[in-house]
């Protein structure tokens, strides 16, 4: 099985690491573009994924914050999304971090998150969508989570109808943490127990108390 030709959304966040291999030794007498660093990635995704685990590793014995089960503690979040376009889905959601985040200037935000969307489509299956840009002059990740009663009618990579969405910011100068906030993502969507009990929250703050209690579930 080929990961990248039959999956083409596991590869939508690859962009985040070629600052970190877009200058290999090999490549230190020739300009590199980001076209041929991407398909060296391409041809090279294991080795890569394999070296990421360490500096994800890495990164976490770094900051214990996000260890004792604080990593949503200031999410922002609406567990009754309007059912409309992936656009406005996102601007909604960015328009809630901003009010849970005054200081973010959020026409910039949703500038960055929107031009990487036309890019890489960030549906990633099982029903959750992960829009995400990194940003520069952020100093630390904000997180906005919305969930859909009823799911709206956009396409998905497996088909399951689309019912969660995470919104994300990262600093720029640290392109690591954004790996690291999929990663503990990922894990959350994958729990099947902890997926069904967040899809039936139907009030914001029960939304948001279970993705803390979820969180603290898988920090330990």
Do not use: C
């Not at 660093?37 to 994800?56: A, H, M, S």
Request: proline letters at 7%.
């Amino acid at each position: 099985m080929n990961l990248i030709r039959d999956y083409p959304n596991v590869y939508y966040s690859v962009d985040s690491i070629v600052p970190i291999y877009g200058y290999r030794p090999e490549h230190m007498d020739k300009e590199v573009s980001k076209e041929s660093t991407l398909l060296y990635v391409r041809e090279n995704f294991e080795d890569i994924l394999e070296e990421l685990v360490g500096e994800v590793r890495d990164e976490f014995e770094k900051t214990t914050g996000w260890m004792t089960g604080e990593f949503f503690s200031g999410a922002a979040v609406d567990a009754n999304l309007p059912t409309t376009e992936r656009r406005e889905t996102i601007r909604h959601l960015m328009d809630r971090m901003k009010a849970a985040n005054p200081d973010l200037d959020a026409e910039a935000a949703f500038a960055a998150v929107w031009e990487r969307e036309l890019k890489f489509a960030s549906a990633v299956g099982r029903g959750v969508l992960v829009p995400h840009a990194r940003l520069p002059g952020l100093k630390a990740p904000l997180i906005a989570v919305g969930r859909f009663a009823k799911a709206p009618p956009l396409p998905t990579p497996d088909g399951t109808p689309l019912r969660l969405v995470f919104l994300i910011l990262t600093p720029l100068d640290t392109p690591t943490m954004q790996l690291k906030v999929l990663q503990r993502i990922a894990s959350l969507v994958t729990n099947e127990t902890l997926r069904r009990k967040i899809l039936r929250a139907k009030t914001d703050e029960s939304l948001l108390t279970l993705l803390r209690t979820a969180d603290t579930l898988l920090a330990t």
